[in-house]
């Protein structure tokens, strides 16, 4: 059926009225955009308005909350797979790669996120190879987390990744127990690692440089070395 003249004049007029796609708008444009404005075209999260290398470059020091939810660090960058009006990039964390150049975040956080990570067919030692891809030589990654087993551990349906204090020796090279030779992972140096068997436990690692004596493997995922 054929639509009527006044059936095509309102589609006509819709069509005007439609908002712009962000998509057409430019970043610098978007950038000087209103936040009701930017509402207008869909554009929430400050990496839509920015762009990413844009957010990097108005922060002195970058650091990156990942999974901050709805009370990220304050002044980080607060990377969370929910669109929330704290989140600056809008990102599932198990998809890789992270949309952040290598070598660009001074300290990363992850409170009560790694148990949360699927650790199967190592797809935790790829999660922890992305973190250290993301930081700059030397800078720290910040981790807290249910003791594994503890009550609080257990007590979530969603807690799938049981960590101990002996697991983060797996990426330190320098580790007396050698136990970085399993794996042979991106290496990080642990400079503290405390914990309550029955309750939280917080480590935080350094990204190390990659040498050749440490035999990492290229491979994703890892897998045990022979």
């Not at 599932?92 to 150049?101: A, F, M, N, V």
């Not at 790829?126 to 973190?131: G, H, I, N, S």
């Amino acid at each position: 059926e054929t639509p009527s003249l006044s059936q095509r004049c309102k589609a006509v007029m819709a069509k005007k009225s439609a908002p712009a796609s962000k998509s057409s708008i430019p970043p610098e444009v978007l950038g000087k955009m209103s936040p009701k404005a930017l509402a207008l075209v869909g554009v929430r999260t400050k990496t839509e308005r920015l762009g990413v290398k844009q957010l990097l470059a108005s922060k002195s020091q970058i650091v990156v909350d990942i999974g901050g939810g709805e009370n990220p660090t304050p002044n980080s960058i607060n990377i969370d797979i929910r669109d929330l009006p704290t989140t600056d990039i809008v990102h599932d964390i198990e998809t890789y790669p992270w949309p952040l150049p290598d070598g660009c975040v001074d300290l990363l956080i992850a409170s009560h996120v790694v148990e949360h990570i699927d650790p199967a067919r190592g797809n935790f030692i790829r999660w922890m190879a992305e973190a250290w891809r993301v930081l700059k030589p030397g800078g720290q990654f910040l981790i807290s987390y249910p003791y594994g087993g503890s009550p609080g551990f257990l007590q979530d349906p969603s807690h799938c990744n049981n960590c101990t204090e002996r697991t983060w020796t797996y990426w330190d090279p320098h580790h007396a127990n050698r136990l970085f030779s399993v794996y042979r992972p991106r290496p990080f140096h642990i400079v503290s690692n405390e914990y309550q068997v029955t309750g939280n436990a917080e480590v935080r690692l350094a990204k190390l440089v990659v040498k050749p004596e440490f035999g990492c493997l290229e491979a994703q995922p890892y897998k045990k070395a022979k």
